[in-house]
């Protein structure tokens, strides 16, 4: 039975992945800083720690086969410190404790790596891994830890220090979200939505399950070794059929006020309300990206993880959206 320890296994993508593996008969260790029901009535094996603490975290690496590093800062009011101290020094023990352990190492990395403009690049073109990444912004401390840590796992494979892998999801959704979901529910309480160009933009989202599915598949893929994979287009939904479903969840009917583009961005202040909600302030709210969120379509292309990966989404979205809200809706 292989062993694979998660970090950040209580949190959105680590829980999933939790479940994909015990469900595909792995033996789990989470390395968690306080004791979690949770886990331990999945039969989770859980050691104390944290992802700072190289050595914690190196002993609870002992005798695992892969390691799943999904613990990062996401949002935060701190600065570039906050992000640079959890991100990349967190990363930094993931591959000691990988090294020491033998254990593959799976980091989760981020769309944000590409950068709040070069994703869109145009009508019909779509931003593959191949993109050569260029600057960013100095504010963008978010993105920058992540294109950092990303940076060192596949420096650490390319020398041969580590087998190791990473991939890229855009914004992710699903049961036990705490960013992306409450956001939109928040905005979906209001009754009333202002939808920008009658919100049929394909929405740049992904089901928490089929990140967790992408991420067993490329530790199980020999040739995933020093690669990164967008895992960023599971299935097509624009924003207004997301936000639709999203009050099926909630069991409200959601009544839309259609804002034509021009119009959008002359009136600044719904953008900037709009994308301020559902993006927590990660994006710039001048910034083309953040009017590109709400206005066109996904920008990402996945071929690379469907073809080398066999990746094959499972959860779509008119399963995976109301169940996310629904259950946001009973825990929250």
């Given at each position: ?23 595909d008969?792995?033996s ?78 799976l ?48 420096e ?22 705490r ?27 992904t ?43 909630l ?82």
């Open positions: 039975m292989p062993k694979a320890l998660v970090t950040g296994a209580t949190g959105l993508v680590g829980s999933h992945i939790v479940e994909r593996l015990l469900a008969g792995w789990v260790r989470a390395l968690v800083r306080s004791a979690s029901n949770d886990l331990a009535s999945l039969g989770v094996e859980t050691t104390q720690g944290d992802v700072l603490d190289r050595d914690s975290f190196s002993r609870s690496a002992a005798g695992c086969d892969a390691i799943f590093h999904t613990a990062a800062a996401i949002t935060t009011s701190g600065g570039w410190e906050v992000f640079r101290r959890l991100n990349v020094d967190g990363t930094t023990n993931a591959i000691a404790a990988a090294e020491s352990s033998g254990a593959r190492l980091q989760l990395s981020s769309v944000a790596v590409y950068g709040p403009t070069a994703r869109y690049s145009g009508p019909g073109k779509k931003t593959s891994e191949d993109m050569v990444l260029g600057p960013l912004p100095e504010r963008a401390y978010y993105a920058r830890s992540k294109r950092e840590s990303e940076e060192l796992v596949l650490a494979h390319a020398v041969a220090r580590i087998w190791a892998t990473a991939i890229r999801p855009n914004v992710i959704y699903g049961p036990r979200d960013q992306f979901v409450p956001r939109v529910a928040k905005l979906l309480r209001r009754g009333i939505v202002p939808i920008i160009g009658g919100g049929r933009s394909i929405f740049s989202v089901h928490a399950a089929n990140v967790a599915d992408a991420a067993v598949r490329a530790v199980m893929c020999d040739g995933a070794g020093g690669r990164a994979y967008n895992v960023a287009n599971d299935y097509p939904v624009t924003v207004r059929r997301f936000f639709v479903l999203a009050g099926e969840g069991g409200r009917r959601v009544r839309f006020v259609s804002i034509p583009l021009p119009v959008a961005k002359i009136a600044f202040k719904v953008v900037r309300s709009t994308t301020r909600v559902l993006t927590g302030g990660r994006l710039n709210v001048i910034s083309s990206a953040s009017i590109g969120f709400l206005t066109e379509d996904n920008p990402f292309t996945s071929e690379r993880a469907r073809r080398e990966l066999g990746w094959s989404p499972t959860v779509r979205p008119e399963q995976g959206i109301p169940e996310a809200f629904r259950w946001w809706k009973t825990h929250r």
